[in-house]
């Protein structure tokens, strides 16, 4: 059974870091490509960060470049993002998705709230 699960969200103040995990199992994450969206109330589901599946390859979406940072460890099948100087506008549900060819998988998400 495939399956993305992701943990990690919380209640964090502005300015504050939290990490996010996303498991995978069921498939080879290791020959995906991994990425996290997120999706705020009212708005739309953005690509947040996404990592090639050996990870040597990372890109970011402009409003989080320089704050959160994405890796992955093959070995755990397991993906991070790394989120620092967190600000209200960061709060959304979390997503992880596996992408490989025409394939995609989607995690149910975490909530992240920056509020203080």
């Known amino acids: 059974q495939v399956q993305l699960v992701e943990s990690g969200g919380g209640l964090v103040q502005p300015g504050g870091s939290l990490r996010l995990s996303c498991a995978a199992s069921g498939f080879t994450s290791s020959f995906y490509a991994m990425s996290w969206y997120r999706q705020a109330p009212g708005k739309e589901r953005e690509l947040v960060a996404g990592i090639s599946s050996l990870g040597g390859t990372t890109n970011y979406a402009d409003s989080v470049k320089g704050r959160f940072t994405i890796s992955r460890d093959n070995a755990k099948n397991t993906v991070y993002l790394q989120m620092n100087s967190l600000k209200p506008e960061d709060t959304a549900v979390y997503y992880c998705?596996?992408?490989?060819?025409?394939?995609?998988?989607w995690g149910k998400g975490t909530l992240v709230t920056v509020s203080s």
């Open positions: 998705n596996a992408k490989r060819k025409q394939t995609e998988y």
